[in-house]
Every structure is written in structure tokens, then in C-alpha cells.
């Protein structure tokens, strides 16, 4: 007896991998950084606090907004360029026919059996074979504005609790010490799992996330010492 193996590819993860792994990185990289710009202005421990908890809010509601928005934009792209397959399809169907079968030419099959595909396609599902095919347009990869802002947001809390939570824990003096640290290694875990997940090396994508983060957290706390004897004094 015969039996159907059924795989599993990575591209179907690239949707929601992408608007969490995005969400959470940011919400940690902004939030850390602005805990440590604040921090470094020698403000109070509940000014600190509080920063950090606005900019969790603020970034989270920004996340969401900003991904719903470029998503939708997408949406509407390829609901358009469905919608205009539609239409050719129902007035110039001789054609749209032949230009499916030379879609398949271009991809190694010969002319007639890239017709004879083209022909079982169509009588199928032929507007799915075009979008498909010639849009690239796929259940997999097609955009979900809704999903993703949703995402977006949670992932983003997610991130910016974690150095809000080191900022709560740790004693004021050393609180900028055990923020960066926490951070940096909640960075790394991220990267290496999301490399991982994506079938990328671990350890390039650990480093390269904290890097980045490292960075964003050394110059915001750099622009918050500028003003440390105007916030303190």
C-alpha cells in the first residue's frame, strides 16, 4: 500500500516568522534602549519604570498600526492584479491559455506538454493556476493585514516586557548593567531561534541580532548621559 509523504517547507512559516521575529526584536531593542537613555540622564527608578512601560504602549500600538498598514497595501495589490486576471481571463481566455503554457516553457517543459498542463490547470481552477503561477500569488505567501498587525503587536510586548521586567528587578545602581546584559542575551536567544527556525546558522543569527542591539543601546544611552546634569540636577 501506498502512502502520501507530506512535507513541510520553511516558506510556509515566512508569514507569521517575519511579523514575530520583527515584533519581538524591536520591542526589545526600543524598549532597552529607551530604558537605558533615560536611565543614563540619572532619572528616578519609577521615571525609568514609567518610560519604559510608555514606550512598551506606544510601541506596541505603532507596531500594529505600521504592519496592518503595509500589509492591506499589499493585500490590495494583489487584489487587484487578481481581479484583472479575473477580467482577462473571462473576455481573452485563448490567450491567457497560451501564456500559462509558455510560463511552463520558460521552466523546462516543452510546448506541448506545457499546453497539455496549461489545459488541465484551466479546466481546474484556472484563475488559481494564474495567480499562482503568474502573479506568484499562493495560500502560503499571500498577505493577511489582520494577522500580521496582531503579531506584530503581541510579539512586541512579548520583547518589551523582558527589559521592563530587568528594569523592575534590579536595584537602581546597577540598573542600566543588568538591563544591557538581560537584553543582549534575550537578543541572541531570538536570533539563534529565529536562524534556527529559518534554517539559518544559530550563531549568526544570535551575533547579528546583538550586535544591532548592542549598538541601538549604546548610542540611545550615550544621547541620555548628554542631558544628565539638566534631567538630574
Keep these: 500500500m501506498t502512502t502520501t509523504h507530506r512535507e513541510t517547507h520553511r516558506t510556509q512559516r515566512i508569514g507569521w516568522l517575519r511579523a514575530a521575529v520583527l515584533g519581538a526584536n524591536d520591542g526589545i531593542i526600543s524598549t532597552a534602549s529607551l530604558i537605558l537613555g533615560v536611565a543614563a540622564s540619572n532619572a528616578s527608578h519609577s521615571a525609568v519604570l514609567v518610560a519604559g512601560g ?45 501564456e500559462l503554457a509558455a510560463i511552463y516553457v520558460t521552466r523546462g517543459l516543452d510546448r506541448a506538454l506545457a499546453e497539455q498542463v496549461a489545459d488541465q490547470l484551466m479546466a481546474g481552477d484556472a484563475l488559481a493556476a494564474h495567480a499562482r503561477d503568474e502573479l506568484g500569488i499562493s495560500e502560503v505567501l499571500n498577505a493577511r493585514p489582520v494577522q500580521a498587525a496582531l503579531t506584530s503587536a503581541a510579539t512586541f510586548s512579548v520583547g518589551a516586557g523582558l527589559p521592563l521586567i530587568a528594569a523592575l528587578l534590579a536595584p537602581t545602581a546597577v540598573l542600566a548593567v543588568w538591563v544591557a546584559a538581560a537584553s ?18 544559530a550563531l549568526v543569527g544570535a551575533v547579528r541580532v546583538a550586535f544591532w542591539g548592542a549598538l541601538a543601546m549604546g548610542v540611545t544611552a550615550g544621547v541620555g548621559a548628554l542631558f544628565r546634569v539638566g534631567v538630574g540636577g
Design 54 to 98: 510608555a514606550g512598551l504602549m506606544a510601541g506596541a500600538m505603532s507596531m500594529a498600526a505600521g504592519e496592518y498598514v503595509s500589509v492591506s497595501s499589499q493585500a490590495d495589490t494583489e487584489h487587484a492584479d487578481i481581479e484583472r486576471e479575473r477580467h482577462e481571463l473571462a473576455t481573452n481566455e485563448p490567450h491567457e491559455r497560451a
Design 184 to 201: 543582549l542575551v534575550f537578543l541572541a536567544v531570538l536570533g539563534a531561534l529565529a536562524a534556527r527556525t529559518g534554517g539559518a546558522p
